[in-house]
């Protein structure tokens, strides 16, 4: 299996109108069908490189932001959920993409939601992959692994708490000792998902995903706590677009009731539950079908109605 190294492509930045700089990357095949990819948390862009062997093999291009917070983005501590489709939206103008495919993959599930929610027409279809469902509805938070629902309540009831108990020094051990996060991870997941963050190249990507996190503190993953944990600022039942959701029957980390609550609350969810994946195993080894379900379904997504101008030249589809 390909491994992290000095090739890896370096993030490109991007000044926003507020000031702020966003980092973004690409993997894949540099011209194929554009799918943007919204990672999970805590976590950066290299996350993509889970996929990245399936996207080179179907001629994918992964194109991938770094959260505010995250990485090489700067830190924007009153941003929403919807304000991320924004962020999506400049990287997208830059590149000159009037319209990609988009998939969310775990806690980047509800960030895809967002930019399905207030920028639909930027995109052809929507992939979901083992994703966070709303845990601000009791319901959905409840059916989360004890010690997340404990995690996820304190943020939510004592705001002031959580910001000490995610902050410095704990981000910082994280950081520096991504071990530390292995053995939280592995406490949750069943044998598959332990057999899998075991790979080398598994462990490298997420250990560095991880570093890039919290390299610069935890502001970001304290923000993205806080905003799952609170109203999303949009109706999911408004969504009109169409969504694919993937989830593994055995995830230890994000149950599989979340997908089922989405399946049920989505216009035009269609569920597929496989047997026997978890919650890392799902899109690392199913990424071929996944990214092959999706390239097919923004294939066959009606055009865009106009083509906007971007920097005075039209943009590409």
């Not at 490109?12 to 966003?22: E, K, S, V």
């Not at 319901?139 to 004592?158: F, N, T, W």
Request: proline share 11%; aromatic share 6%; hydrophobic share 40%.
């Amino acid at each position: 299996m390909d491994t992290e190294t000095p090739s890896t492509p370096q993030p490109q930045h991007l000044r926003l109108a507020d000031g702020r700089r966003l980092a973004y990357a690409e993997y894949g095949a540099a011209h194929g069908p554009p799918v943007l990819y919204c990672h999970g948390f805590p976590s950066s862009h290299r996350e993509a490189r889970l996929l990245e062997p399936a996207a080179r093999r179907l001629g994918v291009r992964l194109i991938t932001l770094d959260r505010p917070g995250y990485g090489g983005s700067d830190a924007c501590p009153e941003r929403t959920l919807l304000d991320w489709a924004d962020d999506c939206a400049a990287v997208l103008d830059r590149l000159g993409l009037a319209r990609t495919a988009l998939v969310g993959v775990s806690g980047g599930g509800p960030f895809a939601l967002a930019c399905a929610a207030r920028i639909p027409e930027r995109f052809t279809t929507c992939t979901l992959v083992c994703p966070l469902g709303p845990v601000y509805r009791a319901e959905v938070l409840a059916a989360m692994p004890g010690p997340a629902r404990a995690a996820l309540q304190l943020v939510r009831r004592a705001p002031r708490l959580g910001r000490l108990v995610y902050g410095p020094p704990v981000s910082d051990l994280l950081a520096r000792w991504p071990t530390l996060i292995e053995r939280i991870r592995d406490a949750a997941a069943p044998p598959i998902d332990r057999d899998l963050l075991a790979e080398p190249r598994i462990r490298t990507i997420m250990n560095t995903s991880l570093r890039d996190a919290l390299g610069r503190g935890a502001r970001g993953a304290r923000r993205d706590i806080r905003l799952y944990t609170q109203p999303w600022g949009f109706d999911i039942a408004d969504i009109d677009l169409p969504i694919d959701l993937w989830h593994g029957e055995i995830d230890g980390t994000v149950p599989v009731a979340h997908a089922r609550w989405y399946a049920g609350h989505l216009r035009r969810c269609t569920p597929h539950i496989l047997p026997g994946e978890g919650h890392f195993s799902l899109p690392v080894q199913q990424a071929e079908t996944i990214l092959t379900r999706l390239i097919e379904r923004a294939a066959a997504a009606p055009p865009r109605p106009a083509t906007p101008e971007i920097d005075g030249r039209p943009a590409s589809p």
